[in-house]
């Protein structure tokens, strides 16, 4: 039985992931990153990176406020650097941030504690489950018409690992809506 949505998504206002800030390869110390982002609602974020030697600054600019974030690193394999935002109000290394429709912060969602939750967590299964499948077309259509594929093919430059991943949640997401069919099915019967 899904929840009653009482709370605010994490997902129903701007989402700042540090992974789509900093493309790959450019998280080096001492580079400037500057992003403007757009969001559906039309709202537009200014984020500025300040890379340092294992550590860094973000500076965000939206609807007239400023909000500061530092930045935390650690060493990769092949001498990479992963990023990662310290929480405010946690005071977390978090990757994503948030700020639900109505909040006037970023914070992560450990912060937001039971004041917001994730859209998902207000589906019933079957809810999930198309839901699920909806993603996994998404991420691999690419160009194509959704209406052509029910399980699209592997994407060019997909490693082969990947795609079957991917085949495996869209399988897992048609027996989760095959199973809630049947159980369907055995209640219709019954009234007759």
Known sequence: MPRDRQRLTLESGPKLDLAKLIPSGAGKPGSYIQCVLTYGSGETITALLKLSDY????????????QSFSLVSEPRHFGRLQWYVICPNRGRRVRVLYRPLGATFFASRYAWGRRAAYASQFLDPIGRAWRTKAKVKTALLGDADPDDWDLPPKPKG?????????????????EMLDAQLAIAAARLMKRF
């Open 158 to 174: 997909m490693r082969w690992a990947t795609y079957e991943r991917w085949v495996v949640k869209y399988d897992d997401a048609e």
């Open 55 to 66: 550590s860094g600054l973000l500076d965000l600019s939206f609807q007239g406020r400023q």
